[in-house]
């Protein structure tokens, strides 16, 4: 699945930006409104307030935008933007979205981020655009004043009990829901992902082009699919990297259960780095030891926790072993947090307790993420369909113990979603381009080539060798990232799906 649920518990804090003014864009290939947007005063833009190293070309803007799109001229919420404009004026093309990962993730500090990793021909050719999405600080943000237990990892993804019972998910599903629809106000029944793509066709006509071209990752490769298909003709070159299953029926639902393909998928490649001879990390001697040892260690942890001060829960038990597991393969450069754990676990202690972020961010995040997954799709209320997932899961996959096919707050969500989730299609104009890793415990493949199956011939696929979340300047290959900078920089695709080795 993608960081969307990840989110829920272990997320980047949007950057504090402090940089000067700029001088206005520069003219661009495709200016001005699109025909049939009502015309909107310019963003004010000027220098981002707070914080920290950023790139000092960097502003900030807000946007007024409707809380409920369906009622335009009612309450108006607040989104919080940044750009850095195209380097070279002479060949502007337009705006490059970057779209975050979560639902809960921020690119505000993008522009200046990852952004600053495009290569120069990129760069030259577009206005990079970061934003917070509604309900995420410092937009217009919500809060559901959830119990400080209740955002251990091991509450926000729902591992089951050592013997497979989901009394206790249920229970936590029931009392989260509730804090939120209690403390969230109106603003958490309205944050979905048709409101998020709505959201940024009010910026792109705020900017004033006709067209976005846009880079999203994991949870914004479901957001830049959804605003392709609502807005097609908006499209000019999007790129979707580390892709969500776009099943119209489940949607996060599908998301949580890749989990399951995902761990399968990448664990071998841990393995295999944690039974290298010269790895001070090492944890046994060959990679067919590593997977029975770490089942031996979280069934011991299941039946004897060991305290561990400083962490929430206070203790090291199976499934916070197994939700250690899960965030460390996101990345190789992650696999030495697991196998610390797994060297003190097997001498009966602990390591020091991980960071977490302030709770106010934790809070603000993880609200976040559950008003828009639970307001996206109905979800099932039955214990008893999640607890037959639970055991089918446990017995075919016990790497991840029955998580993912179990109960979040939304099996508790009261209220039907606003409206149907969006259907991906092959209708529209062909300007997609996914690129993906072989092994992504996150976004697994499989769920992938169910996106560039609903795209048809709009979109070709990229298929990367490679190990770890996000693949283009990041965990993929050169091979990769040559053919996605080639899209964005010339609009040249390859001619057909292609895999790099």
């Known amino acids: ?100 990962g979560g639902p809960g993730g921020s690119s505000l500090g993008d522009p200046s981020g990852k952004g600053q990793k495009l290569p120069r021909e990129v760069r030259d ?70 409101d998020n793509a709505r959201d940024l066709d009010r910026v792109r006509a705020a900017l004033g082009e006709r067209k976005i071209s846009a880079w999203g990752v994991s949870y914004g490769t479901y957001v830049g699919a959804v605003y392709s298909q609502m807005f097609p003709h908006r499209t000019d070159r999007i790129v979707l990297d580390s892709n969500d299953d776009p099943d119209p029926a489940r949607v996060a639902r599908a998301w949580l259960a890749g989990h399951e393909q995902g761990v399968e998928d990448v664990f071998p490649h841990f393995a295999a780095w944690a039974s290298a001879p010269g790895n001070p990390d090492r944890v046994a001697e060959t990679a067919a030891e590593v997977r029975p040892l770490f089942l031996r260690l979280a069934a011991r942890l299941d039946r004897e926790p060991i305290p561990w001060p400083g962490a929430n829960p206070g203790e090291l038990n199976g499934n916070v072993l197994r939700q250690t597991m899960l965030d460390s393969l996101y990345q190789p450069r992650r696999y030495p947090a697991l196998a610390k754990v797994m060297r003190a676990a097997g001498q009966g202690t602990v390591p020091p307790a991980p960071a977490t972020p302030p709770e106010a961010v934790l809070q603000n995040v993880t609200a976040v993420g559950i008003g828009t997954l639970c307001n996206d799709v109905s979800w099932p209320k039955s214990a008893a369909e999640y607890a037959q997932g639970v055991a089918e899961s446990r017995a075919t996959h016990p790497l991840t113990a029955g998580m993912p096919r179990n109960a979040l707050p939304c099996a508790a969500w009261p209220h039907p979603p606003r409206e149907a989730p969006t259907r991906i299609t092959g209708q529209g104009p062909s300007t997609v381009l996914l690129v993906q890793n072989e092994r992504d415990v996150a976004t697994p493949l499989s769920g992938a080539l169910k996106l560039r199956e609903a795209f048809g011939g709009r979109a070709v696929m990229i298929t990367v060798n490679s190990t770890g979340h996000n693949a283009y300047l ?21 001619g057909r799906d292609l895999y790099c080795r």
């Open 125 to 194: 050719r577009y206005d990079l655009i970061g934003f917070a999405p509604r309900g995420l600080a410092p937009s217009t943000s919500v809060d559901c004043g959830l119990e400080h237990d209740d955002l251990a990892l091991t509450k926000l993804r729902p591992w089951p009990a050592p013997d497979g019972s989901i009394d206790e998910n249920m229970a936590t599903a029931e009392r989260m829901a509730q804090a939120c629809l209690r403390d969230g106000g109106e603003l958490i029944r309205h944050l979905s992902t048709r």
């Open 1 to 100: 699945m993608s960081s969307t649920l990840r989110n829920l518990a272990l997320t980047a804090v949007p950057v504090a930006l402090l940089v000067a003014l700029l001088p206005p864009l520069a003219a661009g290939a495709v200016p001005g409104p699109a025909t049939g947007d009502e015309p909107r005063p310019p963003l004010a833009w000027g220098p981002c307030v707070g914080t920290g190293a950023a790139d000092p070309r960097q502003q900030c803007a807000t946007l007024q935008v409707p809380l409920d799109h369906a009622a335009p001229d009612g309450r108006q919420i607040s989104l919080a933007l940044s750009r850095i404009p195209a380097e070279d004026g002479r060949v502007r093309r337009g705006a490059l979205f970057l779209i975050p």
């Open 474 to 494: 990041a965990e993929g290959n050169p091979c990769g990232d040559r053919a996605v900078t080639r899209f964005l920089s010339t609009g040249e695709r390859p």
